[in-house]
C-alpha cells in the first residue's frame, strides 16, 4: 500500500476509534456525528483509490443516510454499522502490517446491509399513542427494504391473513352482537397488524391499526355499543389496511391511511358514531334464524398446512406422471407371463396405492365454494346498505368442491350477477310491499356438483324481466330490428349481449351495459355456460354450469386407423355395433342409426378428422353412444381399446385449439392419444353435417 | 413490409450456430436455444392443423408440437436422407415451451464470427413469412440463421398457411 494511503487510512482510524466510543455512550453528540461526515467521506476516498469501490460506494451511503437522519441520534443499527466500517478499516491496517491480504470477505455485508438503519429511526421515534404524527419523507434512503424479501413475504402473507378474518367476523358479530370471542378476535387481528407492520417502519398503516384497535377496544369494554357504524368503520378501515398491504412496495414507508377515515375513526372513539351511514337506511330486522344455510361459524378448526401453490402443482404433476409409469409397469406382458405370484402381489399393490394417490391427488386440487360465497356476504350487504334495500342472502352448498383454479376465476361472474339482482332485481320494500311480498328480498347462491359439471345458480325473489323493455331497448340499441322475432327466453338473453343496459340511472358497475356479457365471456372461456331463467314480477334465476376441471379424467380409449382418440367417459353412454337394421342414411348425407327405439345422428370420427385408412364400414366399426346437452350422438370409430385414466395434456401451444379437442394425454404405451371435446365435435359435425332436427325414419339404405 | 423491419434490423449475434440441412440448403439457430437433438420421434398427427405441423410427439412426459421445416419453408417433402429432431427451447406468452423440428440429416456446430454474419439481404416476397435474421457465411458455407421463436409466433398468426404453399420462392437464394 502507498504510504500516502497508508497514514490517511491510519488517521481515519483513529478517527473513528474515537467517535464510536463517544457515540455508544452518547448517540446523540452532536458534534461527533458532525464530525462523522467528513471522516466517512475520507474514507470513501480512501477505499476508491485502494480500489474497494463496493466500500467506497457503502462509506457514501452510511454519509448520505448521516445527511438525512439530520440532527437525529444513532440509532443502534446505526451504531453496529458503524462498528463494522471501523472494524473493515482496522483489518485492512493490520492486514498491511502483517504483510498479507486483508480478509474483506466477511465485511461483504456492508455493501448489502447498510441502507436499512436510519428509517428505523423514525420508526422509534414516533410515539404510538399519538396518532397525528406524520413521518417525515426521507427521500433518499433506499427504504427498510433490504430487510430480506422472505420476512416481507410473510408479514404479507400474514396480515392479509389476519386482515381477511376480520370480515367474516365482523359480520358475524353484526348478527350476534353479544359474541365477545368474534370481537376479541377482531382486536387481536388488528392489534397484530400494527405491531408487525410498525416493525417495518410502515407507519401509515400502524397508525390505522392503532385508532382501530383503540375503537375495538372500547367496544370490547362495552363502553361503546357495537353497531352498524362501528362495524362498517371497522370493516373499511379493513379494506384500507388491506390494500395497503398488498401494495406493499419501496414506498410503504412513506405510506399514509386515509385521513378521513382515521378522523371517523377517532370520532367514534368519542361515541361520535353515525357520521358515515347513507340517511335512508331500512331497520333490518334479524331474521337471521331463516338463513339455514349458514354452517356454524365457530366449526372445529381443523389443523392447516400452509403450503406454497407451485410445491403442489409438482405433486400434483408428479403423482400424474407416477400413474402413467405404474400403469405401463402393470400392463407390461412380460410382467404377465414371467412374473412369479410374489410379484403380481406386489405389483397389485402398486396400482392400489398409485390409485390412492390419485384420487388424494384430485381432491388435493378441489377447495370448497364456501370462501367465495363467503366473501358474497359482505357485497350483499354492503349493496343493500348503499341502496336501502333489504335482503336477505340465502348460500347452499357451500362445501361442494370446486377446482382451485375455478376459484379466482368465478368470483367476478358472481359478484357481476349479484350486483345485477341487488340494483335491477330487487325492488325497493314499499314496492314489494305493494306486489304482496315480502318487504325483505330473498338472494339465494347455490352450488352443487351434478354429473362432470358444477352448477352455481343466483336466484332472487325480485322483479324479473320485462320481455318488453327489453325488446324495445335492444331494439333501440340496434341489435336487434322490430322484425326479428324471439321467443320469451331469446328476448332474456338479450340481457347478456354487449352494450346492453336498461337502467335508468347508471349506477357502480352494474348500469353501463358492462356486466352480463362479461360474465357471459368469461363463463364461456372456463368452458362452461350460463342460462338464464326469469319470470316477470317472480325473480329472475341466473345458472352457470362450470366443467370439473380436472387435470386427470377418466377416458375411453379408441382407435381410428392408427390414431388414438379419448372420449371422456363422463360423456359415453355405451359403445354399440351396427348392423344392417339399425343403420340407414338420411337426405343422403347424414347417417344415423337407432338406440334404444331413438334416433340418433351418428357422426364418422375418419370423415371429420380426415383420417386416412378409417374403417369405412359401419358393420365392422364401433359406435360410441355420447350424450351432450341432453341429444344423443354417435362417433364411430374403428376399435374401442378400453377405459384409462388420463392427465390431460393441454395441446394450445404451438398448434392452435382444434375444433373438437379438449387436449391430448399420454396413453399407457407412451403414444399420444387426442382427447376429444364432445361439445366441439358436436359443433364441428354440425358445421360439416347436418343433424335432422326431427327423428324420423326415413328407408334404410345400406 | 412490415417483416421488413422486424426480421432485418438485428444483425444476428456472433457465436455458435447449430446448422442443419432442409433440402438443399443450411439452416442455423443459434445453440443457445437448443435443448436436445434426437433421432426420428413417432409423431401423432393431430387433425386439423396446417401442414407443416406434422403433428405432437410425446418428449419424457410432455406432448410436443412437431415442425417440419422443409414444409415450413415450402419445399415438397422427398425422403429424408436422416430424420433428427432438434429441440428448441422457445418462450412463448412468457411461458417456456419446447418446439420439436424436423431436419434432414444430422446437425452439426459452426462458429461464427462478427464478420461471418451479416443481415440477410431484402427478399423479393418480403410478405414472406419465414423469418430469416440473417446470413452466415464460412468456408463456403452459406446458412441461412433464423428464430424459432419468431418461427412460432408466426405460426399463430397463421400466415405460415401462405408459406406451405408457396413452392420453392420462399428461401433465399
Same mark, same amino acid.
Given at each position: ?7 490517511k ?9 474515537q467517535?464510536?466510543?463517544i457515540?455508544e455512550g ?5 458534534e461527533?456525528?458532525s ?15 485502494l ?6 460506494l ?5 454519509v ?10 444513532l440509532?443502534p ?7 463494522v ?14 504483510q ?17 438503519t ?8 414516533s410515539d ?9 419523507p426521507?427521500?433518499?434512503t433506499p427504504?427498510?427494504?433490504?430487510l430480506?424479501?422472505?420476512?416481507l ?9 389476519h ?9 358475524e ?8 370471542e ?14 408487525t407492520?410498525?416493525f ?21 369494554d362495552?363502553e361503546?355499543p ?7 368503520l ?7 389496511l ?15 391511511a386515509?385521513?378521513?377515515l ?8 368519542r361515541g361520535?358514531?353515525g357520521?358515515?351511514t ?11 334464524s ?10 372445529v ?9 407451485d ?14 409409469a405404474?400403469s405401463?409397469?402393470s ?8 412374473a ?26 378441489m377447495v ?8 358474497m ?9 348503499d ?19 375455478l ?15 341487488m340494483?335491477?332485481?330487487f325492488e ?14 330473498k ?48 328476448t332474456?338473453q ?17 348500469g ?15 368452458r ?13 334465476c ?16 379408441t ?14 353412454l355405451?359403445?354399440?355395433?351396427a ?10 348425407t347424414?347417417?344415423a342409426f337407432?338406440?334404444?327405439d331413438?334416433?340418433?345422428p351418428?357422426?364418422r ?19 360410441i353412444?355420447l ?11 374403428d ?8 392427465v ?6 404451438i ?5 373438437g379437442?379438449?387436449g ?11 382427447i ?27 | 413490409?412490415?417483416?421488413?423491419t ?13 446448422v ?5 440448403e ?15 420421434l ?6 386439423k392443423?396446417p401442414?407443416h ?8 412426459g410432455?406432448v ?9 419453408l ?8 436422416q ?7 422457445l ?5 417456456n415451451?419446447?418446439?420439436?423440428m424436423?431436419?434432414?440429416? +444430422?446437425? /452439426?456446430?459452426?462458429?461464427?464470427? %462478427?464478420?461471418?454474419? *451479416?443481415e440477410?439481404p431484402?427478399?423479393?416476397? $418480403? =410478405? ?15 446458412? +441461412?440463421? /433464423?428464430?424459432?421463436?419468431?418461427? %412460432?409466433?408466426?405460426? *399463430? ?6 408459406? $406451405? =404453399? ?8
Amino acid at each position: 500500500m502507498a504510504d500516502i494511503n497508508w497514514r490517511k487510512l491510519t488517521g481515519i482510524l483513529s478517527e473513528l476509534d474515537q467517535q464510536t466510543v463517544i457515540l455508544e455512550g452518547f448517540p446523540d453528540e452532536q458534534e461527533t456525528l458532525s464530525n462523522l461526515k467528513p471522516t466517512l467521506e475520507n474514507l470513501a476516498v480512501c477505499f476508491s483509490e485502494l480500489n474497494y469501490s463496493d466500500f467506497s460506494l457503502a462509506s457514501q451511503a452510511y454519509v448520505e443516510q448521516l445527511d438525512s437522519a439530520g440532527k437525529r441520534p444513532l440509532t443502534p443499527d446505526g451504531a453496529n454499522q458503524l462498528g463494522v466500517i471501523r472494524q473493515l478499516v482496522q483489518e485492512i491496517v493490520r492486514a498491511n502490517t502483517e504483510q498479507r491480504p486483508p480478509d474483506t470477505a466477511s465485511f461483504a455485508e456492508l455493501t448489502s446491509g447498510c441502507q436499512q438503519t436510519m428509517t428505523e429511526s423514525e420508526a422509534d421515534a414516533s410515539d404510538s399513542t399519538t396518532p397525528v404524527a406524520e413521518p417525515d419523507p426521507i427521500s433518499n434512503t433506499p427504504s427498510s427494504f433490504d430487510l430480506s424479501q422472505d420476512l416481507l413475504d410473510d408479514f404479507i402473507t400474514e396480515a392479509t391473513e389476519h386482515l381477511d378474518s376480520v370480515e367474516g367476523q365482523v359480520l358475524e358479530l353484526e348478527d350476534n352482537p353479544e359474541d365477545n370471542e368474534a370481537l376479541n378476535a377482531i382486536f387481536r387481528a388488528f392489534h397484530t397488524v400494527k405491531g408487525t407492520s410498525g416493525f417495518f417502519g410502515f407507519d401509515g398503516m400502524q397508525q390505522l391499526a392503532h385508532v382501530a384497535e383503540n375503537l375495538l377496544d372500547l367496544l370490547r369494554d362495552g363502553e361503546l355499543p357495537f353497531e352498524t357504524d362501528a362495524a362498517s368503520l371497522i370493516l373499511q378501515s379493513k379494506d384500507a389496511l388491506l390494500e395497503m398491504t398488498q401494495e406493499i412496495g419501496p414506498e410503504s414507508v412513506h405510506a399514509k391511511a386515509p385521513q378521513d377515515l382515521i378522523d371517523q375513526l377517532e370520532a367514534a372513539c368519542r361515541g361520535e358514531i353515525g357520521t358515515n351511514t347513507p340517511s335512508a337506511k331500512p331497520t333490518q330486522p334479524k331474521d337471521e334464524s331463516k338463513t339455514p344455510a349458514k354452517s356454524k361459524k365457530r366449526q372445529v378448526q381443523r389443523e392447516v398446512v400452509r403450503v406454497h401453490a407451485d410445491r403442489l402443482d409438482l405433486l400434483m404433476n408428479l403423482i400424474g406422471e407416477l400413474v402413467i409409469a405404474e400403469s405401463i409397469v402393470s400392463d407390461a406382458d412380460e410382467l404377465h407371463l414371467h412374473a412369479c405370484e410374489k410379484s403380481m402381489h406386489a405389483i397389485r399393490q402398486l396400482s392400489s396405492v398409485t390409485r390412492d394417490l390419485q384420487a388424494l391427488s384430485t381432491s388435493l386440487r378441489m377447495v370448497p365454494i364456501k370462501g367465495v360465497f363467503q366473501k358474497m356476504r359482505r357485497l350483499v350487504r354492503d349493496l343493500g346498505n348503499d341502496s336501502g334495500k333489504s335482503v336477505e342472502l340465502i348460500l347452499e352448498g357451500e362445501d361442494t368442491e370446486i377446482d382451485k383454479n375455478l376459484v379466482e376465476r368465478i368470483s367476478d361472474p358472481l359478484v357481476h350477477m349479484i350486483r345485477n339482482s341487488m340494483d335491477h332485481g330487487f325492488e325497493d320494500a314499499q314496492t314489494r310491499k305493494a306486489a304482496n311480498k315480502p318487504e325483505i328480498g330473498k338472494l339465494t347462491i347455490a352450488a352443487a356438483q351434478r354429473g362432470g359439471s358444477i352448477y352455481i345458480s343466483v336466484e332472487d325473489d325480485g322483479k324479473g324481466l320485462n320481455s318488453e323493455v327489453l325488446r324495445a331497448k335492444a331494439i333501440e340499441k340496434g341489435l336487434i330490428t322490430e322484425n326479428t322475432d324471439l321467443t320469451e327466453k331469446e328476448t332474456h338473453q338479450l340481457i347478456m349481449a354487449a352494450g346492453f343496459s336498461t337502467a335508468a340511472t347508471v349506477t357502480n358497475v352494474s348500469g353501463r351495459g358492462v356486466g352480463m356479457d362479461v360474465v357471459k365471456r368469461t363463463v364461456e372461456g372456463l368452458r362452461g355456460q350460463i342460462d338464464l331463467d326469469s319470470k316477470l314480477g317472480r325473480g329472475t334465476c341466473f345458472t352457470m354450469r362450470l366443467p370439473l376441471t380436472t387435470a386427470i379424467i377418466d377416458g375411453l380409449v379408441t382407435r381410428v386407423a392408427n390414431e388414438y382418440y379419448i372420449l371422456p367417459t363422463v360423456s359415453v353412454l355405451q359403445s354399440v355395433q351396427a348392423d344392417d337394421t339399425s343403420l340407414f342414411t338420411l337426405m343422403e348425407t347424414d347417417e344415423a342409426f337407432v338406440y334404444q327405439d331413438q334416433t340418433v345422428p351418428m357422426v364418422r370420427l375418419g370423415s371429420l378428422y380426415d383420417i386416412s385408412n378409417a374403417e369405412q364400414d359401419p358393420k365392422k366399426a364401433f359406435i360410441i353412444v355420447l350424450e351432450a346437452e341432453g341429444h344423443l350422438v354417435g362417433l364411430m370409430v374403428d376399435e374401442v381399446l378400453g377405459k384409462q385414466q388420463v392427465v390431460i395434456k393441454s395441446l394450445n401451444r404451438i398448434v392452435k385449439s382444434v375444433p373438437g379437442l379438449a387436449g391430448s394425454a399420454i396413453l399407457s404405451s407412451g403414444q399420444v392419444g387426442l382427447i376429444i371435446d364432445i361439445d366441439g365435435i358436436i359443433e364441428l359435425a354440425n358445421t360439416t353435417i347436418i343433424i335432422p332436427p326431427t327423428p324420423e325414419r326415413a328407408t334404410a339404405h345400406v | 413490409m412490415s417483416n421488413d423491419t422486424e426480421i432485418n434490423h438485428q444483425v444476428p449475434e456472433p457465436g455458435e450456430y447449430l446448422v442443419f440441412k432442409i433440402g438443399k440448403e443450411y439452416y442455423g439457430t443459434s445453440i443457445s436455444l437448443v435443448q436436445e437433438i434426437l433421432g426420428e420421434l413417432e409423431i401423432t398427427r393431430v387433425p386439423k392443423c396446417p401442414e407443416h405441423i406434422t403433428g405432437v410427439a410425446n418428449l419424457r412426459g410432455k406432448v410436443t408440437p412437431v415442425l417440419d421445416l422443409r414444409l415450413c419453408l415450402g419445399q415438397v417433402a422427398t425422403s429424408y436422407a436422416q430424420i433428427c429432431t432438434v429441440v428448441v427451447q422457445l418462450v412463448l406468452h412468457g411461458e417456456n415451451t419446447d418446439l420439436c423440428m424436423v431436419v434432414d440429416d +444430422l446437425p /452439426f456446430v459452426v462458429q461464427f464470427d %462478427a464478420d461471418n454474419i *451479416e443481415e440477410s439481404p431484402r427478399l423479393k416476397n $418480403s =410478405e414472406n413469412a419465414f423469418p430469416l435474421r440473417g446470413i452466415g457465411r464460412k468456408d463456403g458455407l452459406i446458412v +441461412l440463421i /433464423f428464430d424459432p421463436n419468431k418461427l %412460432a409466433q408466426l405460426d *399463430e398468426l397463421e400466415s405460415m398457411t401462405e408459406c $406451405s =404453399e408457396d413452392e420453392g420462392t420462399a428461401s433465399a437464394a
